[in-house]
């Protein structure tokens, strides 16, 4: 049980609990296999940071600053992750995977702006207000995530899983959806763009 993130440049296989660093800033750190049980990143700063095989439980990372961090293979389980610029990342030259995991979490006011994340998870979760536009979402999974207000514009949305998702305003001239999968009933929103009268 650590509740000070100790002066170590890198962890493996380490569990923290209870961390709190609001507003505090976490530099150069590498983070492998580790697991982050209900900490508070809330207005933290990782800079130049890397996580890879990390998982998130229970924690608060509300506008927490990833500038030049690198993610890969991290899950986010039942946690706030609000208003988080992921474009700041550092994305480049990452391995193919699924970078990013999110399940029963609040994504809300993030940006995924023009970034290449295929076979990204939004599992049950609320992402209100999140930038999607000009972004490669290929096989990605929004299932039973609410999408109210999020932005839609030049995705790739192909092969992505929407079954269960709501609230999504996705217009199918300015997205590709080839090969996506929409729960029958949401999918009559996906007409509305197309100057469709349903009756």
């Known amino acids: 049980m650590e509740h000070v993130l100790p002066n170590d440049e890198a962890f493996y296989g380490k569990t923290f609990n209870d961390l709190a660093m609001v507003q505090e800033s976490v530099s150069r750190k590498v983070f492998e296999s580790?697991?982050?049980e209900s900490c508070d990143f809330s207005e933290a700063?990782?800079?130049a940071c890397t996580f890879k095989d990390c998982q998130f439980r229970k924690c608060k990372l509300t506008a927490v600053n990833v500038r030049n961090?690198?993610?890969s293979d991290v899950?986010?389980?039942e946690s706030k992750v609000l208003g988080v610029d992921w474009t700041k990342a550092y994305w480049r030259g990452l391995e193919l995977g699924a970078p990013l995991f999110f399940k029963e979490c609040m994504v809300n006011g993030s940006s995924f702006y023009d970034l290449k994340l295929s076979g990204i998870v939004f599992e049950e979760c609320r992402a209100h207000d999140v930038d999607f536009r000009e972004?490669?979402?290929s096989r990605a999974r929004f299932s039973g995530t609410d999408l109210t207000n999020s932005l839609?514009?030049?995705t790739n949305l192909t092969g992505a899983d929407f079954n269960g998702a709501t609230n999504y305003d996705i217009d199918v001239k300015k997205n590709t959806i080839k090969?996506?999968?929409f729960c029958r009933y949401e999918a009559v929103?996906?007409?509305t763009s197309l100057g469709i009268k349903l009756v």
Do not use: M, P, R
Request: glycine fraction near 0%; aromatic fraction near 30%.
């Open 179 to 181: 090969n996506a999968i």
């Open 152 to 154: 839609f514009v030049n």
């Open 189 to 191: 929103s996906l007409l």
């Open 69 to 71: 961090s690198k993610f």
């Open 45 to 47: 700063f990782f800079d």
């Open 34 to 36: 580790c697991v982050f």
């Open 75 to 77: 899950q986010f389980y």
């Open 135 to 137: 972004a490669t979402l």
